[in-house]
């Protein structure tokens, strides 16, 4: 039983009447939305996985540079800050429970869990693309990498490799069929190696987690700002990009069994351009424009990598709720990708 009083004491707020219901549907860092004495205040509150997050603390020095210099720079962005510690800092360590980051509830703002219309993948497109915008004058080798090689698609799939063969012998088995037809598809990290030599993609201040629950809306579904920055390091735009063509393109999401209802959306896909571009246009080489597609084949993949390496290596990494949870996530994710694949042309033109 988390001791949710002594997190919040950490954070300066004694409350007496705490409750707190699960937020969000995040596979690695527990949320949580907690409201006090009897809904005076609300927050989100967030215990970070210590076994992803090597160094936590490099979160919160990450923020606390983007928040002095959206504050210096950009005032009117809506910059959600977490809370201060009772020492200062922008996460709160609780012996034997773990460290802690805590964000005030925007009023009058909405997530989603779903992406609902092409108009709100415009509208996140745009945020993400906004965020990195904004922050093309700050220097983005002053961020800490909170997860080292995080979207390095050859390395992932160097470990998918090492997992079939040093992997759970009877998952292995069980997947080979699959693993192959993964192995197939390597094309992609040829690709993206060649990409990364010539050096097409340039470090910028990037999000990491681009997925819609991600986006904070107003009432009129106008898109206020990106959260939940503990992903936010030097990276490329692709990443960003891909992973809202992963998250946005098709209407069921990775833990969907029925793969049949996985579908390419071409409107969501041209609103994703749309909304990315209008913030990034100025700021994307010619060479970077011509690689939006590329992003969410790239995206696609490594997550169809992540899950069946995390599979072979019994959960250890996403956990699963049920047996063989993390093989038809990747599953569903190379269905995903292979439809991807048979619109190159239709979706290239876009
Ligand atoms: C993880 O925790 P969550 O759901 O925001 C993962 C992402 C994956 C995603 C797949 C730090 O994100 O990279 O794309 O699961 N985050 C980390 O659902 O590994
Ligand atoms: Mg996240």
């Known amino acids: ?32 939305k907690v409201k006090i004495n009897g809904g005076e205040k609300t927050f989100i509150l967030q215990r970070i996985n210590g ?3 090597k160094n936590p ?18 005032p009117s962005y809506l910059f959600v800050r977490p809370l201060k510690s009772n020492h200062g800092q922008g996460l709160a360590y609780v012996e034997g429970e773990g460290y802690f980051r805590m964000m005030p509830y925007i009023l009058k703002s909405h997530s989603l869990d779903v992406v609902q219309n ?16 904004l922050l093309s004058g ?24 090492e997992s079939t063969v040093q ?26 190696s060649e990409m990364e030599r010539r050096g097409v993609f340039k470090l ?26 503990d992903t936010v390091m030097p990276g490329y735009f692709i990443s960003d990009v891909g992973d809202m063509m992963r998250t946005y393109l098709s209407p069921v999401s990775e833990e969907e069994r029925d793969f049949s209802k996985i579908v390419i959306r071409e409107e969501y896909y041209k609103a994703i351009v749309e909304g990315y571009l209008s913030e990034m246009k100025g700021e994307l080489s010619e060479e970077e424009k011509k690689c939006f597609f590329d992003a969410g084949c790239f995206l696609v993949y490594m997550q169809a990598l992540r899950f069946m ?42």
């Open 1 to 32: 039983m988390l001791m949710l009083h002594k997190v919040l004491e950490e954070f300066g707020i004694p409350a007496s009447d705490i409750r707190a219901l699960p937020f969000g549907t995040g596979l690695i860092n527990h949320t949580w």
């Open 51 to 53: 076994n992803v997050f």
């Open 204 to 229: 910028r201040v990037t999000h990491h987690d681009a997925k819609i629950s991600n986006v904070l809306f107003d009432k009129q579904n106008h898109g206020l700002c990106v959260i939940d920055l």
């Open 138 to 161: 700050f220097d983005v080798s002053k961020l800490k990498v909170t997860i080292p090689d995080f979207h390095n698609l050859p390395l992932r799939y160097r470990l998918f490799e």
């Open 118 to 133: 092409a108009k709100q993948a415009f509208e996140a497109a745009k945020q993400f693309g906004r965020f990195t915008r």
């Open 309 to 350: 390496t995390d599979y072979l290596n019994n959960d250890r990494y996403y956990g699963a709720k049920s047996e063989g949870q993390n093989f038809y996530r990747a599953c569903n994710q190379l269905v995903l990708l292979r439809r991807l694949l048979e619109k190159e042309n239709q979706l290239r033109a876009i």
């Open 57 to 74: 603390k490099d979160i919160a020095c990450n923020v606390q540079l983007i928040a002095e210099y959206l504050a210096t720079h950009y």
């Open 167 to 192: 992997g759970n012998p009877e998952r292995i088995a069980l997947a080979l069929e699959k693993i192959n037809c993964m192995k197939e598809l390597s094309f992609l990290v040829e690709r993206f």
